[in-house]
């Protein structure tokens, strides 16, 4: 079955630090997606991408927060400057069409920040 | 956007039929109802979708009366590997290009 790759895994960072986490979505999928999960707390969306740009973002995607899709296959999540309160699950996802359609989610990276 | 409204949290045994409701009573006529499950540490993954009446698939059926203001997820027969978080959501065009998920329905499944 095809799947999200996350890499990496387990991420620690100390604060005001960048950070690049990155995804390789399903093949033929065009819509890409990343949202984070705070221990405890909902699963919150950032930003949904397609055809190389932003199509929506949250309030929490501010000017820390980048997206890129560099070459074709990976997608990443760039955080400038870390803090404290980044500390939590980001997880990737994919779509073959838009939200209408299945999304495929990522195992997730467990940023910690120190 | 439709808002949800789902059980905080359930209980049940293995073997028994669990049904988890969801309410979306401004859902939109292009908008379709989803499920998804969250294991813990692990990314949400897709159980269901549909617009309207029953859809069954290997995992789970999805109940939706004409009016479509609410929703049952029907997992028959669980088992301990089923205790999860339930997220109804509501996507479709007045969602635009983003799912939103809820606090979800915590579901625990005991011997």
């Known amino acids: 079955e095809p799947e999200v790759t996350q890499t990496p895994s387990h991420q620690v960072t100390q604060m005001g630090q960048e950070v690049i986490l990155r995804c390789v979505p399903i093949s033929n999928h065009l819509y890409f997606y990343w949202y984070r999960q705070i221990l405890g707390q909902k699963v919150e969306f950032l930003v949904s991408?397609?055809?190389?740009?932003?199509?929506?973002k949250s309030e929490i995607f501010d000017d820390q927060f980048s997206v890129e899709r560099p070459d074709g296959s990976n997608f990443t999540l760039k955080i400038r400057s870390t803090k404290l309160e980044d500390s939590a699950m980001y997880f990737c996802?994919?779509?073959?069409?838009?939200?209408?359609?299945?999304?495929?989610f990522g195992q997730g990276t467990r940023l910690t920040v120190v | 956007l439709a808002k949800t409204t789902q059980p905080i949290s359930m209980d049940s045994y293995e073997g028994q039929e669990v049904n988890i409701t969801c309410s979306h009573n401004n859902i939109a006529t292009n908008d379709y109802i989803t499920w998804y499950q969250q294991f813990p540490s692990q990314g949400p993954r897709f159980i269901i979708q549909?617009?309207?009446t029953k859809v069954t698939n290997e995992v789970a059926s999805l109940f939706i009366p004409a009016d479509r203001k609410s929703s049952t997820l029907s997992l028959p027969r669980v088992s301990l590997s089923d205790t999860a978080v339930y997220y109804c959501?509501?996507?479709?065009?007045?969602?635009?290009?983003?799912?939103?998920f809820g606090s979800g329905t915590r579901l625990s499944i005991r011997p």
């Open positions: 549909g617009y309207k």
């Open positions: 991408f397609y055809n190389n740009e932003i199509s929506e």
């Open positions: 959501l509501v996507v479709g065009y007045s969602s635009a290009s983003k799912i939103i």
């Open positions: 996802a994919s779509s073959e069409a838009g939200v209408n359609t299945e999304a495929f």
